[in-house]
Protein backbone atom coordinates (compact mmCIF):
# COMPACT_ATOMS: atom_id res chain seq x y z
CA UNK A 1 0.00 0.00 0.00
CA UNK A 2 2.94 2.60 1.04
CA UNK A 3 3.83 2.63 -2.56
CA UNK A 4 0.82 4.04 -4.04
CA UNK A 5 0.27 6.49 -1.59
CA UNK A 6 3.59 7.76 -0.75
CA UNK A 7 3.80 11.46 -1.78
CA UNK A 8 -0.01 12.21 -1.68
CA UNK A 9 -1.08 15.01 -0.50
CA UNK A 10 -4.17 14.72 2.56
CA UNK A 11 -6.10 17.49 4.35
CA UNK A 12 -6.98 17.24 7.66
CA UNK A 13 -10.00 19.44 8.41
CA UNK A 14 -9.98 20.25 11.91
CA UNK A 15 -10.84 22.95 14.75
CA UNK A 16 -10.90 23.06 18.23
CA UNK A 17 -12.89 20.10 19.83
CA UNK A 18 -11.65 17.53 17.69
CA UNK A 19 -11.36 13.86 18.76
CA UNK A 20 -8.06 13.33 20.01
CA UNK A 21 -7.46 9.98 18.37
CA UNK A 22 -9.39 10.88 15.44
CA UNK A 23 -6.97 13.43 14.02
CA UNK A 24 -4.06 11.66 15.75
CA UNK A 25 -4.31 8.20 14.57
CA UNK A 26 -5.14 8.69 10.90
CA UNK A 27 -2.55 11.21 10.50
CA UNK A 28 0.11 8.74 11.87
CA UNK A 29 -0.83 5.78 9.52
CA UNK A 30 -1.07 8.59 6.44
CA UNK A 31 2.69 9.35 7.60
CA UNK A 32 3.56 6.24 8.44
CA UNK A 33 2.79 5.52 4.44
CA UNK A 34 4.62 8.62 3.31
CA UNK A 35 1.97 10.80 2.63
CA UNK A 36 2.64 14.46 3.41
CA UNK A 37 -0.32 15.35 5.53
CA UNK A 38 -1.42 19.49 6.82
CA UNK A 39 -3.88 20.05 9.26
CA UNK A 40 -6.10 22.76 8.12
CA UNK A 41 -8.42 25.02 10.07
CA UNK A 42 -9.81 28.14 10.53
CA UNK A 43 -7.49 29.82 13.21
CA UNK A 44 -3.28 29.96 13.31
CA UNK A 45 -1.55 28.35 15.58
CA UNK A 46 -2.56 25.19 17.34
CA UNK A 47 -6.27 23.61 17.69
CA UNK A 48 -7.10 22.01 21.27
CA UNK A 49 -8.26 18.57 21.25
CA UNK A 50 -11.02 16.59 23.40
CA UNK A 51 -10.46 13.12 25.01
CA UNK A 52 -12.11 11.13 27.46
CA UNK A 53 -14.69 13.76 27.95
CA UNK A 54 -12.55 16.62 28.76
CA UNK A 55 -10.00 18.64 26.84
CA UNK A 56 -6.74 17.47 25.85
CA UNK A 57 -3.36 18.16 24.14
CA UNK A 58 -2.88 20.48 21.11
CA UNK A 59 -1.65 19.70 17.44
CA UNK A 60 -0.26 22.44 15.53
CA UNK A 61 -2.00 24.02 12.65
CA UNK A 62 0.06 23.81 9.18
CA UNK A 63 -2.67 25.64 7.16
CA UNK A 64 -5.31 27.94 7.41
CA UNK A 65 -8.98 26.75 5.25
CA UNK A 66 -8.82 30.63 3.05
CA UNK A 67 -5.18 29.74 2.19
CA UNK A 68 -6.01 26.45 1.00
CA UNK A 69 -7.74 24.86 -1.98
CA UNK A 70 -8.97 21.07 -2.79
CA UNK A 71 -6.68 20.87 -6.05
CA UNK A 72 -3.80 21.17 -3.75
CA UNK A 73 -5.06 18.11 -2.22
CA UNK A 74 -5.39 13.99 -2.97
CA UNK A 75 -8.27 13.55 0.07
CA UNK A 76 -10.00 15.22 2.93
CA UNK A 77 -10.40 13.70 6.27
CA UNK A 78 -12.31 15.05 8.67
CA UNK A 79 -12.03 14.07 12.46
CA UNK A 80 -15.03 13.97 15.05
CA UNK A 81 -15.76 15.52 18.53
CA UNK A 82 -19.12 17.69 19.00
CA UNK A 83 -17.33 20.83 18.98
CA UNK A 84 -14.62 20.68 16.15
CA UNK A 85 -17.50 19.78 13.63
CA UNK A 86 -20.04 21.86 14.60
CA UNK A 87 -17.55 24.86 14.45
CA UNK A 88 -16.17 24.14 11.01
CA UNK A 89 -20.20 23.40 9.68
CA UNK A 90 -20.79 27.20 10.14
CA UNK A 91 -17.82 28.43 8.36
CA UNK A 92 -18.51 28.74 4.74
CA UNK A 93 -14.43 28.73 3.61
CA UNK A 94 -14.57 24.99 5.63
CA UNK A 95 -18.05 24.24 3.67
CA UNK A 96 -16.49 25.30 0.15
CA UNK A 97 -13.05 23.64 0.89
CA UNK A 98 -15.11 20.43 2.00
CA UNK A 99 -17.72 20.40 -1.22
CA UNK A 100 -14.29 21.17 -3.99
CA UNK A 101 -12.97 17.31 -2.95
CA UNK A 102 -16.65 16.08 -4.00
CA UNK A 103 -16.89 18.38 -7.31
CA UNK A 104 -13.35 17.23 -8.22
CA UNK A 105 -13.74 13.82 -7.47
CA UNK A 106 -11.50 12.82 -4.27
CA UNK A 107 -11.93 10.76 -1.74
CA UNK A 108 -13.23 12.43 1.50
CA UNK A 109 -13.25 10.46 5.11
CA UNK A 110 -15.28 11.75 8.09
CA UNK A 111 -15.73 9.87 11.39
CA UNK A 112 -18.23 10.26 14.18
CA UNK A 113 -19.79 14.11 14.56
CA UNK A 114 -17.75 14.81 11.16
CA UNK A 115 -20.91 13.73 9.15
CA UNK A 116 -22.33 17.23 10.09
CA UNK A 117 -19.95 19.47 7.98
CA UNK A 118 -20.74 16.93 5.02
CA UNK A 119 -24.56 17.60 5.48
CA UNK A 120 -23.99 21.37 5.70
CA UNK A 121 -21.85 21.21 2.85
CA UNK A 122 -24.65 19.45 0.65
CA UNK A 123 -22.94 16.71 -0.25
CA UNK A 124 -24.94 13.34 1.42
CA UNK A 125 -28.31 13.02 -0.64
CA UNK A 126 -28.10 9.82 -1.71
CA UNK A 127 -25.08 8.42 0.02
CA UNK A 128 -25.11 5.52 1.99
CA UNK A 129 -22.82 6.34 5.11
CA UNK A 130 -22.51 5.65 8.95
CA UNK A 131 -21.61 7.94 11.85
CA UNK A 132 -21.82 8.65 15.53
CA UNK A 133 -25.28 7.64 16.53
CA UNK A 134 -27.02 10.60 17.72
CA UNK A 135 -26.19 12.50 14.01
CA UNK A 136 -27.73 9.55 12.53
CA UNK A 137 -31.47 11.23 12.31
CA UNK A 138 -29.98 14.51 10.80
CA UNK A 139 -28.22 12.31 7.78
CA UNK A 140 -31.66 10.62 7.15
CA UNK A 141 -33.12 13.60 7.18
CA UNK A 142 -30.54 15.28 4.47
CA UNK A 143 -31.03 11.87 2.16
CA UNK A 144 -28.29 9.49 3.48
CA UNK A 145 -29.17 6.34 4.13
CA UNK A 146 -27.75 5.18 7.24
CA UNK A 147 -25.92 1.78 8.43
CA UNK A 148 -24.73 0.64 11.58
CA UNK A 149 -20.91 -0.94 10.58
CA UNK A 150 -17.63 0.04 11.78
CA UNK A 151 -16.85 1.76 8.17
CA UNK A 152 -18.66 2.15 4.98
CA UNK A 153 -17.00 3.46 1.70
CA UNK A 154 -19.83 5.04 -0.77
CA UNK A 155 -18.11 6.01 -4.05
CA UNK A 156 -15.08 7.30 -2.55
CA UNK A 157 -16.85 8.58 1.10
CA UNK A 158 -15.52 6.85 3.75
CA UNK A 159 -17.38 7.40 7.26
CA UNK A 160 -17.35 5.26 10.48
CA UNK A 161 -18.84 5.46 13.92
CA UNK A 162 -16.45 6.35 16.56
CA UNK A 163 -12.42 5.66 17.95
CA UNK A 164 -13.50 1.94 18.55
CA UNK A 165 -13.36 1.86 14.36
CA UNK A 166 -10.05 3.36 13.50
CA UNK A 167 -8.11 0.67 12.75
CA UNK A 168 -10.80 -0.06 10.05
CA UNK A 169 -11.46 3.56 8.84
CA UNK A 170 -7.46 4.48 8.43
CA UNK A 171 -7.17 1.32 6.42
CA UNK A 172 -9.78 2.40 3.81
CA UNK A 173 -8.61 5.83 4.11
CA UNK A 174 -4.96 4.31 2.89
CA UNK A 175 -7.09 2.19 -0.07
CA UNK A 176 -9.36 5.25 -0.86
CA UNK A 177 -6.19 7.49 -1.35
CA UNK A 178 -4.48 4.60 -3.43
CA UNK A 179 -7.49 4.24 -5.82
CA UNK A 180 -7.54 8.19 -6.21
CA UNK A 181 -10.56 10.11 -8.18
CA UNK A 182 -13.74 8.24 -8.06
CA UNK A 183 -15.53 9.42 -11.07
CA UNK A 184 -18.96 8.88 -8.95
CA UNK A 185 -17.90 11.31 -5.90
CA UNK A 186 -20.18 13.91 -6.52
CA UNK A 187 -21.31 17.11 -4.70
Known sequence: ?????????????????FEE????SPKAALIEAGVKVDVV????GEIRGWSNKDWSGTCPVDKLVTE???????????????YNPDSLRTNQDALRFTRDFFEQHKPVAAICHAPWVLISAGVVDGRTMTSYPSVKDDLSNAGA???????????????????KDLEAFNKKVLEELAEGKHARQVA
Open 21 to 24: SELK
Open 1 to 17: MKRHVEGKRVAILAANG
Open 68 to 82: VKAEDYDMLVIPGGM
Open 145 to 163: KWVDKEVVVDKGLVTSRTP
Open 41 to 44: SLEK
